[in-house]
């Protein structure tokens, strides 16, 4: 039975003999239903499109995958090359043995990590390529994971080392169980902070952006705000790299967090 994959938010279902009627991740106010109706595919389907992952280096230790043509959201993932094992940061909705054979060479997949329920595409295939890695996921998001699989890892609570030096932390804000991860040996020792909504880097790379919903345009409350920023606070990071191509804070991310966490509440508290 195929395992469809929802073509508006890339999510892969568990198998059925036919799609599903209705996606719920789609469903839920932070997203939304293609405007042509509820539509799905397969990783065949994806393949027979001609489209292709893209392997490439950003930095010494952090590897890009990213789909071409994109598919859904259009996001990246993030590899974290670390001396404990290779970590996948978030998910993209297309598997194929290019990519796979390339991250083999690589030293393959130690942990799956992911974000938020946005951002699941088809992490339980990427698992299955790599011996059925675990695949963390905050145990706040549970209910919205729609493919559960013999590598699911639910985890609780407001931080989580997967690896050496490799701490995911429950930021909350865009969901409940919404995670970042900082990988301390990033960025020659400095840090790296890899996140997905609940801090996303803006087309103003100096800054970061918080939402409850971004294709919607509803906006977090200041006390959600207060408690992302303030739960990444301990870490030191230089660099934060977001979910798209290209979407990245070069420097001072510490301080990029702090200020732009501010912006935004002076602007949410700004009478007219």
Same mark, same amino acid.
């Given at each position: ?46 393949? +027979? ?22 598919? +859904?959201?259009?996001?990246?993932? /993030?590899?974290?090359?670390?001396? &404990? ?19 083999? =060479? ?44 013999? &590598?699911?890892? /639910? ?5 989580? =080392? ?12 865009? $969901?409940?169980?919404?995670?970042? /991860? ?52 301990? $870490? ?37």
């Amino acid at each position: 039975m195929p395992a469809y994959i929802c073509r508006t938010c890339g999510v892969q279902y568990a198998p059925t003999p036919v799609p599903p009627e209705h996606c719920p991740i789609c469903e839920d106010e932070r997203q939304y239903v293609g405007w042509n109706g509820q539509q799905w595919t397969t990783l065949e389907e994806l393949r +027979a499109e001609g489209r292709r992952n893209t392997l490439t280096e950003l930095e010494p230790g952090l590897l890009q995958l990213a789909t071409q043509p994109s598919v +859904a959201i259009g996001q990246r993932a /993030l590899i974290a090359q670390t001396a &404990g094992g290779n970590v996948m940061w978030d998910c993209v909705s297309l598997v194929d043995d290019g990519s796979v054979h390339a991250l083999r =060479e690589r030293g393959g997949l130690s942990a799956i990590a992911i974000s938020h329920p946005h951002f699941y595409a088809a992490m339980v295939s990427w698992s299955a390529a790599f011996d059925d890695c675990p695949i963390y996921v905050h145990a706040d998001d549970a209910e919205w994971v729609r493919y559960r699989s013999p &590598g699911l890892q /639910l985890w609780v609570g407001d931080t989580r =080392e997967i690896l050496p030096g490799v701490t995911l932390i429950n930021t909350g804000g865009h $969901f409940r169980g919404s995670t970042a /991860l900082h990988w301390a040996e990033g960025a020659d020792s400095r840090g790296l902070l890899l996140v997905g909504d609940s801090l996303t880097v803006v087309m103003d790379r100096r800054y970061l952006g918080f939402m409850y919903s971004y294709p919607n345009l509803i906006p977090l409350p200041a006390d959600s705000v207060r408690r992302i920023a303030a739960s990444v606070r301990p $870490f030191a990071f230089e660099r934060i790299y977001g979910a798209w191509d290209g979407r990245t804070v070069s420097s001072a991310g510490k301080d990029a967090v702090e200020r732009s966490a501010e912006r935004y509440i002076r602007f949410l508290h700004q009478l007219p």
